[in-house]
Each structure stands twice: as structure tokens, then as C-alpha cells.
């Protein structure tokens, strides 16, 4: 199982849409999560940390589940700026290494 | 404020030729770390330095790979005999505390 798997995509969704990207992790012991924004040939930026009770920055909504190691991100209301990838990432066991997805690309049309 | 800047921002060269990657983290962050991104992978991890402590470098893909960061602020990220399998684009982020990574746009290397 690899350390951190999303769905690469892509999504292709209409403004207004609601979307969801799901990511699992294999390491159990992982205790800090993200999500991070990339855009196209640009680097990735931090979009919003995920806390074990589910928190919410505006139109997005990250929750985790630790039993079933994953974390999940839903976007709504799309809007045209939020095409981009979204990197799921995960502590790594010890020291302050974070592991990377690969990402899932999301596209929003008009 | 003036975020992680990184040069060149491309690269082209031959195979077999030794490159030099500059990256200027944001003033005073301590933590440093060097990536790699292929089109279509997730970043790798290549080497992380924290403040004066010995650098990890577990990441390092071999030993034509090596970094160094001279007086705790500037780093380079040097690449010997380099191979078509390293073109990527090669990312530096810096940090103060905490988990949050802020990256530079990047070196894009191209290998003939």
C-alpha cells in the first residue's frame, strides 16, 4: 500500500459544483495532515491543516478519520479559481518529514 | 515579505554535466528542505537541514546528489554526472516551526 494515495483525477466539475477528494494513509501512527493547493506550474501552498473534529475554512471542509486512515476534502459553491491539484499530505512517523500525495486535479468550468 | 526565491529558474543541461541549484529561504527560518517533482508523481523528499544539526539526508536518490547550506541560510543543491532521469523540477521550501512548508517556485532541470 503506498504511503499516501489520492485519486489523481481528473475532476471536472461546473462552477457552482459540490466536490469531494478522499485520500488514505498507511501509516497509523501519522498525526498531522493537510491539504495543500498547486497550480499549474506553480508550488504547492498550504490550503488548510486537518483537525481530528473536522474543520472548515469558507467554502472548504476537511475531515479525517483516524480509524479508517482518511482524510477527506469537499469544496463548494466551485468556482473557476479553485482549479488546481490538491495534495493530500501526511506526517511521516517520526521527525517532521511529511509525505505527499500525488495529488487530484480539479478543474472547474463555466 | 520576501518569500523562498530559487535559481535559475530553469536549467537545460547535457548529460554528464554537474549542476548547482540555489535556494534562498525566507529570513530566519531555521528548517530547510530540498524536493524533487516528476511530471505526474508527488514530491520527494531529497534532504532536510535544521538549523545547525547534521543534515537528513535520507531523501538523496544517490551519491551524485549532495546540499549544503552555508551559514544556516542559503542552501545548494548540487547534481554530479547528471542523468536524463533527473529532469524534474526541484523545489526548496523553508519553515520556522511547526509543519507548514513554504516553498520556492522551483528549478526546472532538463537533462539532454
Known amino acids: 500500500r503506498k504511503e499516501v494515495e489520492q485519486d489523481p483525477g481528473p475532476f471536472n466539475v461546473p462552477e457552482g459544483a459540490t466536490v469531494a477528494f478522499n485520500c488514505t494513509y498507511s501509516?497509523?501512527?501519522?498525526?498531522?495532515f493537510f491539504w495543500y493547493r498547486q497550480d499549474c506550474r506553480k508550488e504547492p501552498k498550504l490550503l488548510m491543516s486537518?483537525?481530528?473534529s473536522g474543520n472548515e475554512d469558507g467554502r472548504f471542509t476537511a475531515q479525517l478519520n483516524r480509524a479508517s486512515q482518511y482524510i477527506s476534502l469537499l469544496i463548494r459553491d466551485s468556482k473557476l479559481s479553485d482549479s488546481a491539484t490538491y495534495l493530500c499530505?501526511?506526517?511521516?512517523?517520526?521527525?517532521?518529514?511529511?509525505?505527499f500525495g500525488k495529488g487530484t486535479t480539479l478543474s472547474v468550468s463555466s | 515579505g520576501a518569500g523562498v526565491s530559487q535559481s535559475p529558474s530553469n536549467k537545460v543541461t547535457e548529460k554528464g554535466k554537474d549542476v548547482e541549484l540555489r535556494c534562498d529561504p525566507i529570513?530566519?527560518?531555521?528548517?530547510l528542505y530540498w524536493y524533487r517533482q516528476s511530471l505526474g508523481q508527488g514530491l520527494e523528499f531529497l534532504i532536510y537541514f535544521q538549523g545547525n544539526s547534521a543534515p537528513d539526508k535520507s531523501g538523496l536518490p544517490s551519491d551524485r546528489f549532495s546540499a549544503e547550506r552555508t551559514g544556516g541560510s542559503v542552501s545548494t543543491l548540487t547534481i554530479q554526472r547528471t542523468q536524463q532521469e533527473d529532469s524534474a523540477v526541484y523545489l526548496c521550501a523553508s519553515s520556522l516551526t511547526g509543519w507548514e512548508r513554504f516553498f520556492g517556485p522551483g528549478t526546472r532541470l532538463t537533462v539532454l
Open positions: 529570513s530566519g527560518h531555521t528548517a
Open positions: 486537518v483537525y481530528s
Open positions: 499530505v501526511v506526517s511521516a512517523q517520526a521527525g517532521t518529514a511529511l509525505i
Open positions: 501509516n497509523s501512527a501519522s498525526q498531522s
